[in-house]
C-alpha cells in the first residue's frame, strides 16, 4: 500500500533542525521543488536569518517542543527532521503518533522499529538514518545483499576529518560536538559470528589502510544500527577513522571524567562535564581549513566475491563534507518518498532499488566512487 500523496494546503513539507545538515538539505530541496511552500522549524529564531539567503518560498517559525511543532504544521504529511540525538526521538514519535510522514537524518539511540506498531496504526511511514553513515552505508550494503542474499563479512570505515592533522589533537569540528562526543562514549554492537557484541568504543584502537589515501586509526563505532537486524551476515562492524595520535587524548580525556554525564557542581551551578568539554573543543577547535568526507566500505560474500566501494568528498571552511554528504543522501531521500512510500519503518538498506539513483545525484554534487569488484 502506498500513502504519502502530496496536499496543497498550507504548506507541502516541514524541515525541523535548521542546523549544519538541516540548512544545506533545505537548500537542496529548494533547488529542484522552488514550488512548493515549505514550513521550516528550530528552536533558534536567528535561522530566520541564514534562510533568507534561500530562494525557496519558505515559512519560519521557532519551536521549543514537539508540541509545538505539531501545533504549527499544518496541511501537510511530510516532516524532515536534522535534530540533536538527545531531542530527535521525542519529536519523531510525535510526529508519527500525529499521522506524519517522517524522514530522520538525526542520530537515535532508540532502536527505530520499537516505532513499527505507530507506523502501521497511523498508516505512516519513517526513514531513520537518512545521511552518510548511517545512511548511505545501509544503502550500499543493502544493494550488495539484494544480489547476493548472504553476505560472509561487512567492513565499514567512515570519517569526517580535516584534509591533514591540525593540532593539538588532529581533529576539528565540524557537526554536533555533543553528538561527536557520544561516539568515544556509547557501547559500539558489533556482529561476530552471527552474534551480536557490545564493545567499548575506546578499548581497542585499529590501523586502518585506504587505498590511494594512506593509514589512519580507528574505533568502533554504533553506526550498524539497523543494518544488524536486516542484513544476512556472518561478521559486520563499523570502524570510525581519525588521524594517528588523536585516540589517544580521547582515551585520556575519558578516563579523566571529561566525558562524563553525571552533573557536578562548579561555583553552585550544575554541570554535566561531557556539554562542558563538547563546548571547550567546538570553542577552540573551529573548522579552518576543508575537511575530506571518507567512507570505504568493504563487503565479502559467502561465494568469495569482494566488493570494495571508496568514496570521497572534499568540503570547504563554509561548507563541510561531513555535512555535506549526510545533507546529500538526506535531501535525495525526501526526493524519492516526496510523493508517497510504502507504510511502516524503511532504512536506507530497503532503498538498495534506487542505489543507482543516489549514486548518479552524489556523483553530481561532487562526491567521487571508486568501487572494485574482485
Known amino acids: 500500500m502506498f500513502i504519502g500523496n502530496k496536499v496543497l494546503d498550507l504548506y507541502d513539507i516541514c524541515f525541523i533542525g535548521i542546523g549544519r545538515v538541516g540548512y544545506l538539505a533545505l537548500k537542496y530541496f529548494v533547488e ?10 528550530d528552536s533558534n529564531p536567528l535561522k530566520k536569518e541564514v534562510l533568507n539567503r534561500l530562494n525557496g518560498d519558505i515559512v519560519f517559525e ?10 504549527k504544521i499544518c496541511g501537510l504529511n511530510l516532516v524532515a527532521t536534522a535534530l540533536p540525538s538527545s531531542i530527535a526521538y521525542s519529536y519523531v514519535s510525535e510526529l508519527l503518533n500525529n499521522g506524519l510522514n517522517v524522514v530522520d537524518v538525526s542520530y537515535i539511540e532508540e532502536d527505530p522499529y520499537t516505532l513499527s506498531e505507530t507506523c502501521i ?3 505512516v511511514f519513517y526513514i531513520p538514518d537518512a545521511g552518510f553513515a548511517p ?20 567492513a565499514i570505515h567512515v570519517g569526517g576529518i ?22 568515544y562514549v556509547r557501547p559500539a554492537r558489533i556482529v561476530v559470528n552471527k552474534s551480536i557484541r557490545k564493545v567499548d568504543p575506546l578499548e581497542n584502537i585499529v590501523e586502518v589502510n585506504i587505498p590511494n589515501l594512506g593509514l589512519y586509526q580507528g574505533f568502533y563505532s554504533d553506526g550498524l544500527r539497523t543494518l544488524i537486524r536486516n542484513i544476512n551476515v556472518k561478521n559486520m ?24 554525564k553525571e552533573p557536578i557542581a562548579v561555583d553552585n551551578f550544575m554541570i554535566k562535564p561531557i556539554e562542558y568539554t563538547a563546548r571547550i573543543l567546538e570553542k577552540n577547535l573551529k573548522q579552518t581549513i576543508p575537511d575530506i568526507a571518507i567512507l570505504y566500505i568493504v563487503v565479502k560474500t559467502i561465494d568469495k566475491k569482494i566488493y570494495e566501494n571508496l568514496s570521497t568528498l572534499i568540503g570547504d571552511v563554509n ?14 531521500t525526501i526526493d524519492i518518498v516526496i510523493n508517497g512510500f510504502e507504510q511502516g519503518i524503511h532504512p536506507l538498506e530497503d532503498f538498495y ?15 567521487v566512487f571508486k568501487e572494485q569488484i574482485k
Request: hydrophobic residues 40%; glycine residues 6%.
Open 162 to 183: 580535516p584534509i591533514k592533522p591540525v593540532e593539538p589533537i588532529y581533529y576539528q569540528i565540524t557537526w554536533n560536538p555533543v553528538d561527536l562526543l557520544e561516539e
Open 319 to 332: 561548507e563541510s563534507a561531513t555535512a555535506k554528504y549526510t545533507a546529500l543522501v538526506f535531501y535525495k
Open 237 to 260: 562492524f563499523e570502524i570510525t577513522i581519525r588521524y594517528p595520535g588523536h585516540l589517544d587524548v580521547m582515551r585520556v580525556l575519558k578516563k579523566l571524567g571529561f566525558f562524563n
Open 32 to 41: 529542484k521543488h522552488s514550488d512548493y511552500k515549505i514550513l521550516a522549524l
Open 353 to 367: 532499488m534506487f542505489y543507482k539513483d543516489y549514486l548518479e545525484y552524489l556523483m553530481s554534487k561532487g562526491v
Open 121 to 123: 496504526r497511523k498508516k
Open 62 to 71: 521557532t519551536i521549543k517542543s514537539p508540541g509545538e511543532a505539531i501545533s
Open 135 to 154: 545512511g548511505f552505508s545501509n544503502l550500499y550494503v543493502g544493494y550488495i545483499q539484494s544480489i547476493h542474499r548472504e553476505l560472509d563479512e561487512v
